[in-house]
Antibody, heavy 123, light 109 residues
C-alpha cells in the first residue's frame, strides 16, 4: 500500500524545537520531491518546504526560513522536518506530501499525502 | 511573494454546475493543480496539469485554463462534493516554490 505516515508532533513551548518524521512505503521514495504543508486550525493549506529527490536542493517559505530544516534519508525512506525557535503561529497540522507538481513535470497523476501530525506551540 | 486568489465560497444546488476560479500572474507559465479537502481529512488531488483528471475522480470534475485564471468545474454537483477546494501552482521567478490558493468552500444547498 502506498502511504506516508507522519510522527513527532505534540505540544511545545514557544522557542522550543521539534522534529517531525514522515515514513514512506509502497512507492520509490528516492525518485520524488517531497514537501511539508501545514494547516492552522480552521485555515487553509500553506506550503512550508520542499526537498528534491536526492536531497541536494531545498526551499522554504519565508515564514520558516532560518528556523526549519527539511532533510531526507532515502535509505530509510524517511522525510524529516527539524523545527527550531517555534512560535505560536507555527501551530498547525503538518502534512508530508509527494505532490504531483515536480520539475521536470512527472508523468501521470501520482500524488500522496500523509494524514498529518499536529504541532501545538503554547506555554 | 507570489499569490493565488480564490473566492472564499461558492454555493450551488444539487445538479447544478459549480465553477471555482483561481487567479495568479504565473499561471500562463506554470501548471495548476486542484485539491479537494473534506473535514478531518488530507487533501485529495482532483485535477492535475490544468485539466487532467486522476483515475477514480468522477468525470463531473474538470479543469480549464485561460491566461492568468484557471477554473475547476464540477458539473451536476452532488451533496458529497461539499468540501474545501484549493488550487496549487508554483512561482516562475526561479525558485519554483509551491503556492496554494486561500481555498474555496463549496456549499451544496
Amino acid at each position: 500500500e502506498v502511504q506516508l505516515v507522519e510522527s513527532g508532533g505534540g505540544l511545545v513551548q514557544p522557542g522550543g524545537s521539534l522534529r517531525l518524521s514522515c515514513a514512506a512505503s509502497g512507492f520509490t521514495f528516492s525518485s520524488y520531491w517531497m514537501h511539508w504543508v501545514r494547516q492552522a486550525p480552521g485555515k487553509g493549506l500553506v506550503w512550508v518546504s520542499r526537498i528534491n529527490s536526492d536531497g541536494s536542493s531545498t526551499s522554504y517559505a519565508d515564514s520558516v526560513k532560518g528556523r526549519f530544516t527539511i532533510s531526507r534519508d532515502n535509505a530509510k525512506n524517511t522525510l524529516y522536518l527539524q523545527m527550531n525557535s517555534l512560535r505560536a503561529e507555527d501551530t498547525a497540522v503538518y502534512y508530508c506530501a509527494s505532490l504531483n507538481y515536480q520539475l521536470p513535470p512527472r508523468q501521470g497523476a501520482f500524488d500522496i499525502w500523509g494524514q498529518g501530525t499536529m504541532v501545538t506551540v503554547s506555554s | 511573494s507570489y499569490e493565488l486568489t480564490q473566492p472564499p465560497s461558492v454555493s450551488v444546488s444539487p445538479g447544478q454546475t459549480a465553477r471555482i476560479t483561481c487567479s495568479g500572474d504565473a499561471l500562463p507559465k506554470q501548471y495548476a493543480y486542484w485539491y479537494q479537502q473534506k473535514p478531518g481529512q488530507a487533501p485529495v488531488l482532483v485535477i492535475y496539469k490544468d485539466s487532467e483528471r486522476p483515475s477514480g475522480i468522477p468525470e463531473r470534475f474538470s479543469g480549464s485554463s485561460s491566461g492568468t485564471t484557471v477554473t475547476l468545474t464540477i458539473s451536476g454537483v452532488q451533496a458529497e462534493d461539499e468540501a474545501d477546494y484549493y488550487c496549487q501552482s508554483a512561482d516562475s521567478s526561479g525558485t519554483y516554490d509551491v503556492v496554494f490558493g486561500g481555498g474555496t468552500k463549496l456549499t451544496v444547498l
